[in-house]
């Protein structure tokens, strides 16, 4: 089989440490090309746009999106204009209404996209889906907790509005949340704590509930010093099970179990390649839904500024 | 042909003012029962919930709900499980992920489901699509300003979290612009203006586009005095088409047209005896989905506390 021939649109941090080793590492893909205005990417042809790289002649077959979600709409509609498979980072797009729509794109150009919640990949959930499959459910605890200045220093776009705050973090939480219950979630209420001087919460209590009535919050902190503290715990009659580190450790009544030794970014990868395979699609909403619910019926109360 | 037969869930001002003359007046409809907790409704058969009513064994083919869309959700899956057809005031949920849910659990039970967005039905709006229809459009300016205090007199849900604030009068201008124009409509940006007393905008203004980067603004205030203006601007190479009177009255080029002449609540009544004869349905999120996007990537300001 020939390799799929991958571009890579944005060269910045996420793309250097997880994408290109992870598309490297698979011999599925063949990455030969990469669109950014910063530094070049060693090996692969650079291009200074997704729209030189597609006017260049060479052969690309599918579209990796690693730049920020704002502006990332219209390049992924140029991508699937041009007849590319798309793989879209997290958060897919900067709005629901971007999103929603190239859901429907996807569809009428026959090509296979992702929206890649590299959480889903984490080491513990698919034995922790496994095990949940066959339980039943009372109530699920999200704990999503660390230090902005140690995780995304200096990164002030986070603060603005469209900047989703401690939900650049709890989203991913929330892409977990949902790859593990067998329903839709919805946020009934929840609570946003905005520093006096950004636009965006530093911590959110979430009530969350599904068709069942399940009893489901999240507590997400941003300013919580040194240990983090990335944690699922669901509640069954049958025990209780608990995903620590985020997702990478997983324990049912207190006792570790053998989680996968595949890194999340392999295990995206080898996903994508599967939907190019079988011409499918894995496009799921929810996690930015119930991020854009939350700001939507949230109450907001104001707390102390926040400095770098 | 025999009358669909219908219930009505929430039998308050809209119910009352709109619903119930309209049906009334619609020999396709033959209203034969209410759910309500409060006053009854004269010469129909009156039930404490909708529960009750669906238990009662009497025939009903479809249930209109106008009861406030926070706890509407249930209700109407409950509806939905029974097989009834469903009408869903406007807006159809608290949030969109409830709206989703709907939208796939009306497909999956095969009957017609209808979000009655109701503004789209003004007289002046089948004209105004006719008119664009083969019109180049280069500019749209929504102004969408009114007195909450004449309007909506202690109403203390609207400034509530999961209220809707100025959106709540401003949605209908959505559902109008959404249902004009030919491409789906994306928020940008919006800015909006909450008092410090309360958790909802009591004024915003949104920035929008379309896949044809059309230029979108809307002004909404909810603290306008006493001359309302809902008006919506199409400015198109050919000529400006104008609607004022949230969709009454239309004009081209300053020349006021010929518009229908039937009400809004009628034309309501009129399609969804359409979509059961045809088992078709009409769930648009559009103006629900700009809504929670404007909270999602708007940002705040504080203004003035607001007394009723």
């Known amino acids: 089989m020939q390799p799929i021939r991958l571009g890579l649109v944005g060269y910045g941090k996420i793309a250097q440490d997880q994408h290109v080793p992870a598309i490297r590492a698979n011999p599925a893909f063949q990455l030969v090309a990469v669109a950014t205005q910063g530094q070049p990417c060693a090996g692969v042809e650079n291009f200074k746009s997704l729209g030189e790289l597609l006017e260049s002649g060479l052969h690309v077959d599918a579209i990796a999106f690693c730049t920020p979600p704002q502006g990332r709409f219209a390049l992924v509609q140029q991508a699937l204009a041009a007849g590319k498979h798309v793989l879209v980072e997290k958060p897919p797009c900067a709005t629901l209404g971007e999103a929603m729509t190239l859901v429907d794109q996807v569809a009428e150009q026959g090509v296979s996209g992702f929206f890649a919640w590299h959480s889903r990949y984490a080491p513990g959930i698919e034995a922790a889906r496994d095990w949940l499959a066959t339980r039943t459910l009372q109530s699920v605890q999200i704990d999503w907790k660390e230090d902005v200045r140690k995780w995304h220093p200096g990164q002030a776009w986070i603060w603005q509005p469209g900047g989703l705050g401690v939900f650049d973090p709890g989203i991913n939480a929330l892409s977990i949340a949902t790859h593990l219950l067998p329903l839709p979630m919805f946020v009934e209420s929840a609570e946003l704590r ?81 939907l190019i395979a079988t011409r499918t699609s894995d496009l799921d909403l929810q996690p930015l839904r119930l991020v854009a619910d939350s700001f939507f019926v949230g109450s907001r109360a104001s707390v102390e500024p926040f400095y770098d």
Chains 1, 2 share one sequence.
């Open 194 to 274: 905005v520093p006096g001087n950004c636009q965006s919460p530093i911590a959110a209590s979430i009530k969350m509930s599904d068709a069942r009535h399940l009893d489901i919050r999240a507590e997400f902190d941003f300013d919580h010093g040194h240990d983090e503290l990335w944690s699922i715990e669901i509640r069954c009659v049958e025990g209780t099970l608990r995903l620590d580190n985020g997702g990478a450790l997983l324990s049912i009544d207190g006792a570790r179990q053998t989680v996968s030794e595949e890194g999340e970014y392999a295990a995206v990868y080898r996903h994508f390649q599967q």
